[in-house]
């Protein structure tokens, strides 16, 4: 596809994640002719597992990515709780077929590659999309008809367009936030999550090895669950970290957890021994910002709303927002009024998300003796509790909530 220059079916998106190939997915359904400008040269196989949860899965399906999601994701059969120091668990909170018959679409974890490559072949396949590596420059301009772009490829070539909108799908670090729309740098959230990925013999009898685990314990927790399609199990270690330890020169290789409490722990005492330094080092940050948009520029996904991840919906929430943009500049007369829409549909529902994530955060990591609170809640919860709890996030149809 020849770059689309102008018009108002051409929208140029920054980023080439989960968001904005989601993004450019759900807008040449809708007719655009859409550039993805990433500024990696290549996919990178970076990041670890994702929970994706119904809410996003099915606006994945619609997108008619079903198929191939299923052929690289696990249903695991359920999410199962242990507070620190058990070797049973607390509960087994139903997720499989529960999941499946609530919602009409599985709850489902994958890695974050194989997600992406799945996005990717279908962005490749479309006529309509194009994507473009090593982006070296942008530089935009606003008047009073709109944007005008330049922006410099990876052989040095310049592109100038005009297009109908510019969206930074860029991440975290979004510089269309900060640059463009004079917002926030990201705030760090004293939280790292330690990612690794082990093969599964290595945590034979230590973990189940076909379900979602989360162990919690004071100050710290870990979730596992399997990637049966890399023959791996993923394992998230989460701890506090304060920033001069987190940014010093030589970053940590590994968390620091008391060893008394190592102890009294089996599970986190032998994650740590077959872990050693294999962990990959991960400070969480978040992002709050007053504007995700202006004129005809707007932001998706982490560029606008890095979350905590402690109820796995920053992928879902990009994808949501992806989904819910696309149908706005379909349907409104110009850019500006599209992303004022769109912030109008999304604002609500992504500070509730992010809530019960910084909430979730405090549950899990709880110090005796309010654990004891939490986790005579959690027993006596009936095992599909779980998900009816949660019917407003995973049942949640973001392309159907237009107002
Ligand atoms: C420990 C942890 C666990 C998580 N678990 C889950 C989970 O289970 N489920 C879930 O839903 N979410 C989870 N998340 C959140 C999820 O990973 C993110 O919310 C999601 O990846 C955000 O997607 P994105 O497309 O907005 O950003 P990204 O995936 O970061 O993509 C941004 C893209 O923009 C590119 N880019 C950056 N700057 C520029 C630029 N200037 N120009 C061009 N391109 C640029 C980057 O190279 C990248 O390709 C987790 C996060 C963490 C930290």
Known sequence: MPHPADGQRSIYIAGAGIAGLTL????????????????????????????????????????????????VSFEPPSLDVYPFGRQKPLRALALGQNALSRYGVPYAVIHRADLHRVLLTAARRSASIEVLWSIRQLDLVRHAR???????????????????????????????????????SAKYSGYVAWRGLVAEAQLAGLVPLDRTCVFWGPGFHAVTYPLPHQAQINVVLVTRLKAKRAFQATPPTRPKIDRWYLRRSRVFGDL????????????????????????A??????AAHAMLPFQAQGAAM???????????????????????????????????????????????????????????????RAPDAHLAHLDWLYGFDAGADAS
């Open 24 to 71: 450019a997915l759900a807008l040449a359904r809708h007719g655009f002719s859409v550039v993805v400008l990433e500024r990696q040269a290549h996919p990178s196989p970076f990041g670890a597992g994702l929970q994706l949860g119904p809410n996003a899965r099915l606006l994945l399906d619609r997108l008619g990515l079903d198929a191939a999601l299923k052929k």
């Open 146 to 184: 709109g944007i005008s772009m330049g922006v410099e490829l990876a052989d040095h070539s310049a592109l100038n367009v005009r297009p109908h909108a510019f969206v930074g799908a860029d991440g975290v670090n979004s510089t269309t936030r900060t640059d463009l729309l004079g917002g926030p």
């Open 272 to 295: 740590m021994k077959i872990m050693g330094d294999k962990w990959t080092f991960w400070p969480i940050f978040t992002v709050r910002t007053a504007s995700w948009h202006d004129g």
């Open 297 to 302: 520029v707007g932001l998706v996904g982490d």
């Open 318 to 380: 990009a994808i949501e927002d992806a989904v819910v943009l696309a149908d706005e500049l379909a349907t409104r007369p110009s850019a500006e009024e599209a992303f004022a829409a769109y912030a109008a549909r999304r604002r609500k529902r992504v500070e509730r998300v992010r809530e019960v994530s910084a909430r979730n955060g405090g549950l899990f990591h709880l110090p005796w003796p309010l654990t004891h609170i939490r986790n005579y809640v959690v027993a006596h």
